[in-house]
């Protein structure tokens, strides 16, 4: 089992950027894909990033491609979402989430889920 806590989240004006971090406790972090997901209100819950196990493998949602990268630090138990050129759009709760094995774009398939940051990007 694993126990995630997002943090990072706050208030920017849009072109700025921001880290948020998703700290796992639990056995065998590394045997598991991690996700980034937002829900902004009103909007249904929407995958943004995900990375695999070993760090090897990555997946964007296409808005956020070439502003956004997702990383994992095995030996801290940490997966990171850095965010750049932050636009109004971006504005959400963003949720990390966890599943063993390979990743997926599909929040379902994940067992795993911290309580979510709020990102607020003002135009």
């Known amino acids: 089992q694993v126990q995630l806590v997002e943090s990072g989240g706050g208030l920017v004006q849009a072109g700025d950027s921001l880290r948020l971090s998703c700290a796992a406790s639990?056995?065998?972090?590394?045997?598991?894909?991690i996700a980034w997901f937002r829900q902004a209100p009103g909007k249904e819950r929407e995958f943004v990033a995900a990375?695999?196990?070993?760090?090897?493998?990555?997946a964007y949602e296409d808005s956020v491609k070439g502003r956004f990268t997702i990383s994992r630090d095995n030996a801290k138990n940490t997966v990171y979402l850095q965010m750049n050129s932050l636009k109004p759009d971006d504005s959400a709760v963003y949720y990390c989430?966890?599943?063993?094995?390979?990743?997926?774009?599909?929040?379902?398939?994940?067992?795993?889920w911290g309580q979510g940051t709020q990102v607020t990007v003002s135009s």
């Open positions: 639990g056995r065998n972090f590394y045997a598991y894909s």
């Open positions: 989430a966890a599943t063993e094995g390979s990743y997926y774009l599909a929040y379902p398939e994940y067992d795993y």
């Open positions: 990375i695999s196990w070993s760090g090897g493998s990555t």
